[in-house]
C-alpha cells in the first residue's frame, strides 16, 4: 500500500506503508545510528516525534525484546529507506513490520531519507504527516501541521507509581521523566538499591526516603513545558543530596536554577557524537538524543559551570554544579548499544555516594 510523508513546508515523500495504516501528525527528526533501531524505538525521549533512521536498511536483525528500553516503543511514526522483511539473528524474536503493527505504530518505506535529512538540516525540524490517503489535500493539512505541538509528554511516559529494584549499595531515587531501562540497569550494576519515582513526585516525599543519590532521567520534550517539576528539581537542588542528572534531567536542573534552554535547529540524535570533558580535555564518542540545549550565555559561573563541551557545534553537553556535589550531561553515558565511553560517570556518581563500585 502506498503511504505519503508530507511536511510542512510543502514536500511531499511517497513510499510504501509499514506498521499501522492510521494517519499520524508529528514532529519530524532525523537519528543517524547505524545499530541500535530497536533501542530508539524503545527509548520514551521520542514520545511527540516521528524518527527518520538515515542508514539505509532497517530492520536486518530483527526484534530483540531483551534489548528494549521500555515495554513499548514510543514515537509517533517510523521512516526508512529499506525494510529488512527477513531477519538473520538468533536472538530476534520478531520483525520490525510486526512490532509497529502490534503497538499500533505507522510507518513508510522506500522513501530518500538522505533527501529528507538534508531538507531538516537546512530548515530545521519541521512537523509532518504519515498517511495512506492518497486523495489528501496539502491546502487543508498544511494548516493543521503548523499548529501541532508535542505539548507535555513527559506526563505520557512517566511511569504510574513508585517502585523498588533491589540491591545491597547505595540507595538511588531514580526521576522518571521518560526513563531508559539502562539507567537502572547501570545503576543496579553497581549495586545500587534503585527507587523509581513517577515525574510528579514531590521533593519531600523522595527526600523523606532518604536516598544516598538522586538520578534525573531523559526524557522527551520541551523542558519549559514541566513547570511544576523545575520546582521540585530546585528543591532537590537544595538538599545536601549527591545528584546525578542525564539529558532532560540535565535541562530540567538548569532551569531549576535560573539558567535557559532554547530549541536547535536540528538537534543531535545518533550515536556518534563527539564531546569534550573541559577539565581533562578528553574527547569521547557519545550517543545522543535532544532537540534542546541549556544557554550557557545566561549561566552564572557562582551557580554552576560547563564541563562539557559538543565537539562539533560548541553546545553545552554538561554542567558542574559550584559547591554542590551535583553534575550533569546532555548525552547519555548509559547508551545501549553504545557507546560506552562516557559509562564512568556511573563511577564517578559511585564515588559522590560514597558507595564501592
Known sequence: MKAFLILEDGHVFTGTSIGSKREVISEIVFNTSMTGYLEVLTDPSYAGQAVCMTYPLIGNYGICYDDCESLRPWPDGYIVRELSRKPSN??????????LKRFDIPGIAGIDTRALTKILREKGTMNGMITTDEQYSLEKIIPRL?????????????????????????RVALMDFGAKENIARSLIKRGCQVTVYPAWTSAQEILDDQPDGIMLSNGPGDPKECASIIKEVRKLYESQV?????????????????????????????????????????????SQNHGYVVDT????????????????????EGLSYTGKN????????????????????????????????
Open 90 to 99: 538468533f536472538r530476534s524474536k520478531d520483525t520490525i513490520q510486526n512490532f
Open 146 to 170: 503548523k499548529e501541532y505541538t508535542t505539548g507535555k509528554v513527559v506526563e505520557r511516559v512517566t511511569c504510574s507509581e513508585k517502585t523498588v529494584r533491589k540491591g545491597t549499595g547505595p
Open 242 to 286: 549527591p545528584i546525578f542528572a542525564i539529558c532532560l534531567g540535565h535541562q530540567l536542573m538548569a532551569l531549576a536554577v535560573g539558567a535557559d534552554t532554547h530549541k536547535m535547529k536540528y538537534g543531535h540524535r545518533g550515536g556518534n557524537h563527539p564531546v569534550k570533558d573541559l577539565q581533562t580535555g578528553r574527547v569521547y564518542i557519545s
Open 297 to 316: 550565555d545566561r549561566l552564572d559561573p557562582a551557580v554552576a559551570v560547563p564541563a562539557f563541551v559538543n565537539v562539533n557545534d560548541g553546545t553545552n
Open 326 to 357: 551535583i553534575f550533569t550531561v546532555q548525552f547519555h553515558p548509559e547508551a545501549c548499544p553504545g557507546p560506552q565511553d562516557s559509562a564512568y560517570l556511573f563511577d564517578r556518581f559511585m564515588d559522590m555516594m560514597g558507595g564501592a563500585r
